[in-house]
């Protein structure tokens, strides 16, 4: 049985409370939270989980084998570290810090230890994603041409972190995972609307060598709620819709072919193909479900997360891209690529 703290226990806490709470082999002992009215929640919902103000009560417990982070990503790396030094397991969640320089030192802190580090990079464990990645890596959709991300809606503004560090780790955290490549360069546009607060629309381009050209739309100023990706290959294409109740995922026989024939010089060389839609069944396991048993697994079997710390680092990576063009206007950034393993 692994013993689990929960430290922040605000919008995102207390999903991660609920599954670790009915992940065979956790157990849920402690939740931090600075905030003494929330921890009244977790008393009437846990009464058996100690729930304390302080969270280095968590750190000085020795019954509390590894400890979840869900506070302000400003606060990651100095709890994360904490957690590091007092010999836990840690997930921490997206982005796993403010800095790819933060990012590292907690990836080595982890392998030195030998402790189990996972971000919680949630999409990747969904029905959805891993559908998509696996007809991608099948070839169904034949040569990849583009990924189109829009995700947007009203708020919720975050003081501490940019629409990027919050909606487009998304994006990078799929494509990564679908994809196996890094952007080699990436460009984008973005603004804060309102004076000394972080951008909250922005336009991400992302460039990959294979030829892949991915674009991110993400906003918290849009009068909807749209989560939309469409991935377009030569042979089919896929259109996911992540508010659809059932049928997320609709794959299109369609596509478009050139011919180079010399006979055909004059004439209009591009030909269109429609077949039909296919819709895959998907997996129906809610996402951190998956990933509070896979992280569970991990630290069983000393095994490394999918959503380890190099998944962690290379979306921190996009995201200090992505800023540096925004605030550039525009301006091509180029990826360092030390963050994939060749
Ligand atoms: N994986 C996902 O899909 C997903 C979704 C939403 C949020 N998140 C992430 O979860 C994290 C938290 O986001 P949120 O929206 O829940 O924020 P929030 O502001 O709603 O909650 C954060 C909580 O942490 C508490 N806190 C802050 N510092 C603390 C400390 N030192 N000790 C104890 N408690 C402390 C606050 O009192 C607050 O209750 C962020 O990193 C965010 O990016 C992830």
Request: charged share 25%; aromatic share 8%; net charge negative.
């Amino acid at each position: 049985m692994i013993n689990i703290g929960i430290v922040g226990y605000g919008y995102w806490g207390p999903n991660l409370v609920r599954n670790f709470a009915e992940t065979p082999g956790a157990n849920v002992v402690a939740v931090a939270d600075l905030d003494s009215a929330k921890l009244e929640q977790v008393r009437r919902r846990y009464p058996t989980v100690k729930a304390t103000t302080d969270f280095r009560d968590l750190l000085s417990d020795p019954g509390v084998d590894a400890i979840a982070i869900a506070t302000p990503v400003s606060t990651h790396f100095e709890l994360g570290m904490a957690v590091l030094r007092a010999g836990k397991h840690l997930w921490l969640e997206k982005p796993m810090a403010e800095s790819t320089l933060q990012s590292r030192k907690l990836i080595d802190d982890a392998d030195h230890r030998g402790l189990t580090l996972i971000v919680d990079h949630t999409f990747i464990y969904t029905g959805a994603v891993r559908k998509m990645a696996e007809i991608v890596s099948s070839g169904d959709l034949g040569r990849l041409y583009y990924y189109d991300s829009i995700r947007v809606n009203l708020g919720l503004f975050q003081r501490d972190v940019s629409v990027v560090s919050d909606l487009a780790v998304h994006d990078f955290s799929i494509l990564d995972y679908i994809l196996h490549e890094h952007p080699t360069a990436v460009s984008a546009s973005g603004t804060n609307h309102f004076p000394g607060t972080p951008e909250n629309l922005a336009y991400i381009t992302l460039f990959y060598d294979s030829g892949v050209i991915a674009h991110a739309n993400v906003s918290w100023l849009a009068p909807v709620k749209v989560r939309q990706i469409l991935i377009g290959g030569s042979k089919k294409m896929i259109a996911y819709d992540d508010l659809e109740p059932s049928e997320k995922i609709k794959v299109y026989d369609k596509g478009v072919s050139f011919t180079d024939d010399p006979q055909q010089i004059h004439e209009m060389r591009v030909g269109y193909r429609t077949g039909d839609m296919w819709a895959p069944r998907l997996g129906v396991t809610e996402a951190l479900r998956t990933e509070s048993e896979h992280f569970i697994d991990c630290i069983e079997h000393g095994t490394a997360p999918e959503t380890g710390g190099a998944l962690g680092l290379r979306v921190v990576e996009l995201i200090e891209g992505a800023t540096a063009s925004m605030r550039g206007r525009g301006e091509t950034v180029y990826i360092q690529r030390q963050g994939r393993a060749a």
